[in-house]
T-cell receptor
Framework: DAGVTQSPTHLIKTRGQQVTLRCSPISGHKSVSWYQQVLGQGPQFIFQYYEKEERGRGNFPDRFSARQFPNYSSELNVNALLLGDSALYLCASSRSGDRNNSPLHFGNGTRLTVT | AQSVTQLGSHVSVSEGALVLLRCNYSSSVPPYLFWYVQYPNQGLQLLLKYTTGATLVKGINGFEAEFKKSETSFHLTKPSAHMSDAAEYFC????????????FGAGTRLAVHP
């Protein structure tokens, strides 16, 4: 089976622009989570979605939003980009939304550079 | 607040030497604990996890970790390092709650020298 796939792999945007990142979970996984990994740091939780509903949100501004589609794929949107949004954005999937069905399976990420 | 601390941002060992990467957590409730590895330009790969039961957990690639509740620790070890073990290692925890949120440590970069 294919793993978690993310697109695009790399992206360069200018401050103030908007960006959409995409994620396809492992087949059979109904939960998708998004993490931001700034260079030199551990990943930080942004969102979790399960069955198309938001289950959790990290400490990120409202410029960050996400959604999950009926096929369980997901998009992460970031508006009004700042230089500090430059990071590796990781998507992870799991069978269900609770920790008892962890672990999370991560994709290779989208590298976003804001200039 | 729950947190994870990884002692040592960089660890260097010789090939064949013992690998020890340290992780401590703070929590008032039983955690689930994980170690992930990240190779350059890649995502995170699960090495091993502790949920309940046996406190010594064996993972892939010869790694193992021991959950010590009294020390709030979950250190990662490997008896003999290989060159291919050079990577970034992250300790992570989840706590009880309605959703599966991982809290990661800052990571430890492991270098293996010939």
């Amino acid at each position: 089976d294919a793993g978690v796939t993310q697109s695009p792999t790399h992206l360069i945007k200018t401050r103030g622009q908007q960006v959409t990142l995409r994620c396809s979970p492992i087949s059979g996984h109904k939960s998708v989570s998004w993490y931001q990994q700034v260079l030199g740091q551990g990943p930080q939780f942004i969102f979790q979605y399960y069955e198309k509903e938001e289950r959790g949100r990290g400490n990120f501004p409202d410029r960050f939003s996400a959604r999950q589609f009926p096929n369980y794929s997901s998009e992460l949107n970031v508006n009004a980009l700042l230089l500090g949004d430059s990071a590796l954005y990781l998507c992870a999937s799991s069978r269900s939304g609770d920790r008892n069905n962890s672990p999370l399976h991560f994709g290779n990420g989208t590298r976003l550079t804001v200039t | 607040a729950q947190s994870v601390t990884q002692l040592g941002s960089h660890v260097s060992v010789s090939e064949g030497a013992l690998v020890l990467l340290r992780c401590n957590y703070s929590s008032s409730v039983p955690p689930y604990l994980f170690w992930y590895v990240q190779y350059p330009n890649q995502g995170l790969q699960l090495l091993l996890k502790y949920t309940t039961g046996a406190t010594l957990v064996k993972g892939i690639n010869g790694f193992e970790a021991e959950f010590k509740k009294s020390e709030t620790s979950f250190h990662l070890t490997k008896p003999s390092a290989h060159m291919s073990d050079a990577a970034e290692y992250f300790c992570a925890v989840t706590f009880s709650g309605g959703y599966n949120k991982l809290i990661f440590g800052a990571g430890t970069r492991l270098a293996v020298h010939p």
